[in-house]
C-alpha cells in the first residue's frame, strides 16, 4: 500500500515511519511543504532531527512517501475498475467510488497529493502520476461515449475534469466519519452519473 518497501524502523519509543509520516503529513498541510522544516518536524514530534533521519534520508522522501500513499491507492482502485467486466460506464462508476473510498480513508495523504504544485523532483513525478490517472479516467469516459452511454456533446477531457474536480474538492470540507464514505459515494454518484448518462428509450 505504500511506496516503500522498507521494514519500519523505531527511534524513539513510539515512533516508527509510520506514525513520523502521519505527523510529517499533517504539517506538510497546514504550513505547506516548502514551509516546514526538519527543525519544525523534531520539535512537533518531541526527537531530535537524526532520530528522523534514522528512519528516512530527508525531507523529500516523506513527501515521496506521503504522495505515493495516495497515489498507490488511487492506481490500485484504477486497476481494479479497468479489470472489471461490464460497460465503461458501470467501470467508470466503480473507479469513482473506489476514488472516494481511498480518499476517505487516506485524507490527508490524498490533500497533501492535491496540493502539490511541481517545485521539487518528488512533486513533478506525483504530478506526472496524476496525469497519468487522468488519462485513464479520460479513456473510461471515451469509451462509455462510443458505446452510447455518455453524453458526446462534452469533450470527454472535460468530462473527467468534472467529474474528479467534484471528487477531489471534497478534501475542502470532508471529515471521515465511521461507515459513511459509502454514503458520500452514492452521493457523488447520484449527482454525477444522472448528469453523465443518457436516457434510456
Not at 25 to 36: I, M, P, Q
Not at 109 to 114: A, M, P, Q
Not at 137 to 151: C, F, N, P, Y
Request: proline share 3%; net charge positive.
Amino acid at each position: 500500500m505504500t511506496g516503500d518497501a522498507r521494514p519500519a524502523r523505531r527511534g524513539r519509543p513510539g515512533y516508527d515511519l509510520e506514525s513520523l509520516l502521519r505527523v510529517a503529513v499533517k504539517l506538510f498541510n497546514e504550513r505547506g511543504y516548502d514551509g516546514t522544516s526538519m527543525e519544525d518536524l523534531s520539535r512537533k514530534l518531541g526527537i531530535t532531527k537524526s532520530a528522523i533521519y534514522h528512519h528516512v534520508r530527508s525531507k523529500d522522501e516523506l513527501l515521496r512517501l506521503a504522495v505515493d500513499r495516495a497515489l498507490d491507492g488511487l492506481f490500485e482502485v484504477a486497476d481494479e475498475a479497468g479489470a472489471a467486466p461490464g460497460r465503461a460506464i458501470d467501470r467508470l462508476e466503480l473507479l469513482v467510488r473506489g476514488s472516494i473510498a481511498v480518499l476517505s480513508d487516506r485524507l490527508p495523504f490524498v490533500t497533501l497529493l492535491l496540493r502539490v504544485r511541481g517545485n521539487t523532483r518528488v512533486e513533478r513525478a506525483a504530478l506526472a502520476r496524476r496525469r497519468e490517472f487522468d488519462r485513464i479516467v479520460t479513456d473510461l469516459v471515451k469509451q462509455a461515449a462510443a458505446e452510447g452511454d455518455v453524453r458526446a456533446d462534452v469533450d470527454p477531457a472535460v468530462t473527467s475534469r468534472l467529474l474528479f474536480g467534484m471528487v477531489n474538492s471534497l478534501i475542502e470540507w470532508y471529515r471521515p466519519r465511521r461507515g459513511d464514505g459509502a454514503e458520500l459515494a452514492d452521493a457523488v454518484c447520484k449527482i454525477a452519473f444522472d448528469g453523465l448518462r443518457l436516457p434510456t428509450s
